[in-house]
Structures are given as structure tokens and as C-alpha cells.
């Protein structure tokens, strides 16, 4: 099936994807996360997903990066079926998932070493993505020994040094302070727009969905939750404060809440009757 608004191939698409997990006791209901997912994002677009807690949006970035098996649908890196993980999609994750006993640069040497490439190469690629992210003065520093705003730093220098086509980030800026957060928006968006990347970015704000996003996909409640609307924003970049003020702003925030809030009361009434969080 090929989306004529998006192009022949897309960078991802999504087809009927479904999730579900055994329960973990024998006696108990197996966990129906995800239900039939469809997406179709296109090349160098900025896609944002917002969701309730716990409807499955790191299930799917999972699944998109090949850590783990849809148990219905399939999962297509431009054109390619996704089977296991690949340096064509490549997670960024809230905790950051730093190595703890590498410094800056060694974590950074890390996927790369994973991934074959060669030595010189290694300490080239490096060398270039600890200066874009601007963490010369803590290459020798363990994660340890630098704050959260420079791990993500580290996290992020260490997935583009990948060079994904597909980059996923799941709430990458959901545990920073807000100057930093702002700070870390400014600078992906400069990297994305100075790249033909791809990005699939998962956050629970809906300013950061509509300060970033090209589209944002609103995803319904579990069980078997789905995208259930997907929201343009035609809004000009830069998205400067101005932009905030707008009318239109106001008319994509309104849509954005409104289909949230509805899945997210239904989330708690969920919870509320199985007792189950
Ligand atoms: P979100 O990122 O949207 O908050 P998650 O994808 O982390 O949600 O989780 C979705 C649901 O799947 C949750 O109810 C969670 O408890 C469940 N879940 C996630 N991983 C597993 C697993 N390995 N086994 C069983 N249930 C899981
Ligand atoms: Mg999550």
C-alpha cells in the first residue's frame, strides 16, 4: 500500500502493527499493548507521537528499532522489512542509557565499535559529534561526573554518530530541567534541518510536539491502543514565541488536548475499575 501524499517509499511505515505480552503468571490475561498500528512517515519529515502513560509508544519505538517482534504487522525502514536491530534506526532514550564505567568519548566509541567500523574512522566520527554537541571540556568525564543535560548531550552524539537515516527518541528531554530542555530543542532541530534525517519523537508535552513537530500522531488508550488522529502543523519555523501567540498555534494546541484529554480519562477510568495501573 503506497501513500501518494507521501511519495513512493516512505522513510518508516508502520503496517497494522499489533503488541501484546504474555501475562506473567500462567493463569493471568496475556497484556494487549498495541492493537493494529498504522504509519507512514516520510523522508526528512519530524514526526511527533503523544499518547496517555503507558499505551505503548516506547513498545513501538522498540518495535521500530527491531528490539523486540510485533505479534501481528510488519515494520518498513524504506522499503525494507525491520527483523532485528540495524544502524538504520537508532533509539534515543530518556534515561539516556549511558554506560556507566565508559567517559563521554568512550560511550560515544561504543555504538561505532558495536557497528564495525573501523578505528580511524571511530576517533574521526567522535571527534566531529563531541564538538557539534558541544562537550569538548567532558570527553575524559564519566557519566557520573556531568549533568543530565550533558548525558543526553552524550546520548544524542552517540546515536548520530550512527548516522541513523531514522532517529527515535523516546522523551529524550522528558528529565531536563526546562533552560536545558529549550536549549536541546534548539539544537535538534538545528541538526535535523542541516540533515536529511528522519525523526519519530515521542514526549508528553504538547508545546514540545507543536514547537517540533511536521505532524503529530495522537495515540488512543490501551488496550490495543492505535493511532487514532493525526494532527498537521502548518505552522512557519523557526517556531519562535511569536509564532506561540498565533491563532493557528492556538487551533493545533485546542485539537492536540482535546483528542488527549478525551483517551487520557479513558485511561483512568481503566485503571480505576481493573485496579490494575
Ligand atoms: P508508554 O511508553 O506509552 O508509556 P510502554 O510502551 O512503556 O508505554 O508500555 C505499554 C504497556 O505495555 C504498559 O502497560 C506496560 O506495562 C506494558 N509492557 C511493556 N513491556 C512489557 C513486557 N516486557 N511485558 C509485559 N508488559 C509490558
Ligand atoms: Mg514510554
Known amino acids: 500500500m503506497v501513500d501518494s501524499d507521501i511519495g513512493p517509499v516512505p522513510a518508516l511505515e508502520v503496517r497494522g502493527v499489533s503488541k501484546r505480552y504474555p501475562g506473567w503468571r500462567r493463569d493471568l490475561a496475556e497484556v494487549r499493548v498495541l492493537g493494529e498500528v498504522s504509519l507512514q512517515v516520510a523522508e526528512s519529515e519530524f514526526f511527533v507521537l ?3 502513560s503507558g499505551c505503548g509508544k516506547s513498545t513501538l519505538l522498540r518495535l521500530i528499532a527491531g528490539l523486540d517482534t510485533p505479534s501481528g504487522g510488519e515494520v518498513h525502514l524504506a522499503g525494507d522489512r525491520v527483523v532485528k536491530t540495524s544502524p538504520e534506526a537508532i533509539v534515543v532514550w530518556q534515561e539516556f542509557a549511558l554506560l556507566d564505567w565508559r567517559t563521554v568519548e568512550g560511550n560515544i566509541l561504543f555504538g561505532l565499535e558495536v557497528n564495525r567500523i573501523s578505528k580511524s574512522r571511530r576517533l574521526e ?3 566531529h559529534y563531541i564538538e557539534l554537541m558541544g562537550l569538548t571540556p ?6 557520573s ?5 550533558m548525558k543526553q548531550r552524550v546520548g544524542l552524539a552517540r546515536a548520530l554518530a550512527l548516522d541513523p537515516p531514522l532517529l527515535l527518541m523516546d522523551e529524550p ?3 531536563l530541567d526546562a533552560q ?5 530543542q534548539e539544537e535538534l532541530l538545528r541538526i535535523w534541518e542541516g540533515s536529511e534525517k528522519t525523526v519519530l519523537f515521542v514526549t508528553h508535552s504538547l508545546e514540545e510536539a507543536i514547537l517540533l513537530g511536521d505532524r503529530i500522531g495522537v495515540f488512543s488508550a490501551g488496550p490495543d491502543a492505535r493511532i487514532k488522529e493525526i494532527v498537521d502543523v502548518n505552522l512557519p519555523r523557526p517556531r519562535l514565541p511569536t509564532v506561540r501567540a498565533s ?5 493545533v494546541y485546542d485539537r492536540l488536548y482535546q483528542i488527549l484529554r478525551e483517551e487520557v480519562v479513558k485511561t483512568i477510568s481503566r485503571e480505576a475499575t481493573s485496579g490494575r495501573p
Open 247 to 251: 491563532a493557528d498555534y492556538t487551533r
Open 138 to 143: 567532558f570527553r575524559h568525564n564519566f557519566p
Open 180 to 184: 536545558t530542555r529549550m536549549i536541546m
Open 125 to 127: 566520527l567522535a571527534d
Open 145 to 149: 561526573e556531568i549533568s543530565g543535560g
Open 173 to 175: 528531554f522528558g528529565a
Open 50 to 52: 503523544v499518547g496517555p
